[in-house]
């Protein structure tokens, strides 16, 4: 199991330059880069200048907003409260903000088994790219003359420039982003853990990534599930790695026997992570 103190991570100035805009941002989980379950989890902080154009990825994505507001066109709008899974092969957006936004970012492999790219990967992808075009708008632009596409989504060329092959989207499960109101869902109790009350919003993909909150009284104990994010919005509280509060992050790995208990009442989001057991690992290579 892990315990990350919020406090203690930084949030450090990024200019995303295969997007529009400059934003901060907290690390606060990663996974294991290079395989099929590889993830980050991250609080964002962006400004009014950011802006991503219409797109689409090969990994999964959820959001939860915190402050602010964020549009996504025609696919919605994201206040405080609501959280929003945009799936692998969707398209969605454009996305604009007319205010500073706080959002907690959750991206990771997906059903497709395409992985996800690390930051490292990434940045290093930038900076190579940035040799044989510009990034303007969101989209990488090919200097004349350089092999490829003259235009395409500054995401996928970094992807396709890492992994060396074409971008292959896959087929979409579901036809635009769920975007999710958790305060219309009752929460549920739970005989084996008294105290604990559970709000499930849904399960997603065939691999089954689970989406939900868990509220626990002062004093109740809640035993974690494996392979699991819990984001902690409010309360305080105590585990083996030690003591827990507001905005701290618990991961339980595969076969983790973590228990938490709460000093106070608190509530977590909870990021059930999919099952990619079997998944063919020859297509991460490049």
């Not at 009442?265 to 290579?285: M, Y």
Request: aromatic share 12%; net charge negative; hydrophobic share 35%.
């Amino acid at each position: 199991m892990k315990l990350v103190d919020f406090d203690r991570v930084d949030f450090a100035d990024r200019n995303n330059q295969h997007r529009v805009g400059t934003f901060t941002s907290k690390m606060l989980l990663e996974g294991e880069s290079g395989t099929p379950g590889n993830f980050s989890f991250r609080m964002v902080r962006t400004y009014t200048d950011f802006y991503s154009p219409r797109h689409k990825h090969n990994f999964d994505q959820i959001r939860y907003q915190i402050e602010g507001s964020y549009k996504f066109s025609r696919d919605g709008v994201m206040r405080p409260g609501t959280i929003a899974y945009f799936p692998e092969g969707t398209p969605y957006g454009p996305q604009t903000s007319s205010e500073d936004s706080l959002t907690v970012v959750l991206q990771f492999g997906g059903a497709s088994g395409n992985g996800y790219l690390s930051d490292a990967e990434r940045d290093r992808g930038v900076a190579e790219l940035a040799r044989q075009g510009t990034f303007e708008g969101g989209i990488f632009r090919r200097n004349p003359g350089v092999p490829g596409k003259p235009n395409v989504d500054g995401f996928q060329a970094v992807w396709e420039h890492m992994r060396g092959r074409e971008m292959t989207y896959p087929a979409p499960r579901y036809g635009k982003p769920v975007f999710i109101e958790p305060g219309a869902f009752a929460w549920m109790s739970s005989d084996a853990e008294p105290g604990v009350w559970e709000r499930p919003l849904g399960m997603f993909t065939e691999r089954q990534f689970r989406l939900s909150f868990i509220r626990l009284e002062p004093g109740a104990r809640h035993r974690l599930a494996g392979d699991s994010i819990y984001f902690s919005l409010s309360g305080e509280g105590a585990c083996d790695q030690g003591d827990w509060s507001k905005y701290d992050t618990l991961y339980a790995g595969i076969g983790d026997a973590a228990t938490i208990t709460a000093g106070a009442e608190a509530e977590f989001i909870v990021l059930g992570l999919p099952a990619l057991e079997g998944v063919d690992q020859r297509r991460l290579a490049a």
